[in-house]
């Protein structure tokens, strides 16, 4: 497909356990962001990659969150020992190198219980 | 606190009508003005941006407009239709080639009424 895609859709996880949300962006957009939009707001910057470098990582909430570009293409955000407060969506967005519009990917809703 | 805001979160309109969407910024170097369209179960969908050397912009059915004076931005959208019915974000940043994550308000929730 010609769009950002996530996965998975839907992940379900118990308090304490880890997950990992996948992002693939546009082919050819070096930069890559990840946000968080709990319920009913608007989507919160979490971090920004340039390639494979991480150059922004000031929204991650706590260092229980941590994302990864090894290869400047698939981007993973990890999530270690969940708690509730982070059930929320987790949106990706790729653009083209010197261009401020991002795209976004459909999300992946996450609910910890 | 928020640099992005809205007014309203619902704006109820009726279908043929315009409408229009308000936002306030605070953030005076912001040079980057996006406004997308959410769906549910959806990401946000790019409808048109606007930079801070301009004061208007028109796209197919949407017109932007930037008020730097008091730093609110708008949208229009002219002969609303139902599949219009969504909550729309403004956003912004400060226009680093693409080197910055947005800023997002809270939204606005546009019901079309038939």
């Known amino acids: 497909g010609a769009g950002v895609s996530q996965s998975p859709r839907y992940k379900v996880a118990k308090r304490g356990q880890d997950v990992a949300l996948r992002c693939d962006p546009i082919?050819?957009?070096?930069?890559l962001f990840w946000y968080q939009q709990a319920l009913g707001q608007g989507p919160e910057f979490l971090t920004y990659?340039?390639?494979?470098?991480?150059?922004?990582k000031s929204g991650l909430p706590s260092d229980r969150f941590f994302a990864e570009r090894p290869e400047g293409s698939v981007s993973t955000l990890k999530i270690q020992r969940t708690q509730q407060e982070d059930s929320a969506v987790y949106l990706c967005?790729?653009?083209?190198?010197?261009?401020?519009?991002?795209?976004f990917g459909p999300g992946t809703r996450l609910l910890v219980l | 606190g928020e640099s992005v805001g809205l007014h309203l979160p619902t704006l109820s309109v009726q279908e043929g009508d315009n409408s229009i969407i308000n936002c306030a910024y605070s953030?005076?170097?912001?040079?980057?003005f996006i406004w997308y369209k959410q769906e549910s179960g959806k990401g946000p969908q790019f409808i048109i941006d606007?930079?801070?050397?301009?004061d208007k912009r028109q796209g197919q059915r949407v017109t932007v407009l930037l008020n730097k004076t008091v730093k609110h931005l708008s949208l229009q959208i002219a002969a609303t239709q139902p599949g219009d019915s969504a909550v729309y974000f403004c956003?912004?940043?400060?226009?680093?080639?693409?080197?910055?994550?947005?800023?997002f308000g809270k939204g606005t929730h546009l019901i079309i009424q038939p």
């Open positions: 956003a912004e940043n400060l226009g680093y080639g693409g080197a910055d994550g947005l800023t």
């Open positions: 606007i930079r801070s050397n301009m």
């Open positions: 953030n005076s170097a912001s040079d980057y």
């Open positions: 082919s050819g957009h070096v930069s």
């Open positions: 990659f340039q390639n494979e470098a991480q150059l922004d």
């Open positions: 967005a790729s653009s083209f190198p010197g261009e401020e519009t991002q795209y």
